[in-house]
C-alpha cells in the first residue's frame, strides 16, 4: 500500500475516533440535563454499557484495519499504519491539550 495512502487512513480514524470522543464527552457532561439525577442502578449499569461500547468503537477504529492487514500478510504496512494512527491521536490531544492550557 502507498505510503500517502496509510497517512489518510491513519487520518481518517484518528479523526473519527477523535469524534467519537467528543460526542461521548459532550454525552457525559449533559447526562445530567439529558437523563436527571438518577440514583438507581441503571445509571451504574448505562456508564459501564457505554465503556464496553466505547472501548469496543476505539478498537476496531484504531486496530481493525492493521490486524486485517496483518492477517492478510502486510506485516509492514500493517504496522505503519497502526503508528501512524497512534501519532495522529497523540497529536490531536497535544493540540486539545494546548488549546485547554491557553483557553
Known amino acids: 500500500m502507498i505510503k500517502t495512502k496509510l497517512i489518510k487512513i491513519s487520518l481518517i480514524h484518528s479523526i473519527v475516533a477523535s469524534l467519537y470522543v ?5 454525552l457525559m457532561s449533559n447526562g445530567e440535563k439529558l437523563f436527571g439525577n ?4 441503571f ?6 454499557l457505554l465503556l464496553v461500547i466505547s472501548a469496543t468503537i476505539m478498537g476496531w477504529l484504531v486496530l481493525g484495519r492493521p490486524l486485517l492487514m496483518y492477517l492478510d500478510g502486510a506485516k ?5 499504519l497502526f503508528y501512524l494512527t497512534i501519532t495522529w491521536l497523540v497529536l490531536i490531544a497535544t493540540i486539545i491539550f494546548t488549546s485547554l492550557a491557553i483557553f
Not at 467528543?22 to 459532550?26: D, E, G, Y
Not at 445509571?43 to 459501564?48: M, R, W
Request: proline content about 0%.
Open 22 to 26: 467528543a460526542m461521548v464527552s459532550l
Open 38 to 41: 438518577n440514583n438507581s442502578i
Open 76 to 80: 509492514k504496512e500493517a504496522l505503519k
Open 43 to 48: 445509571g451504574g449499569i448505562a456508564i459501564l
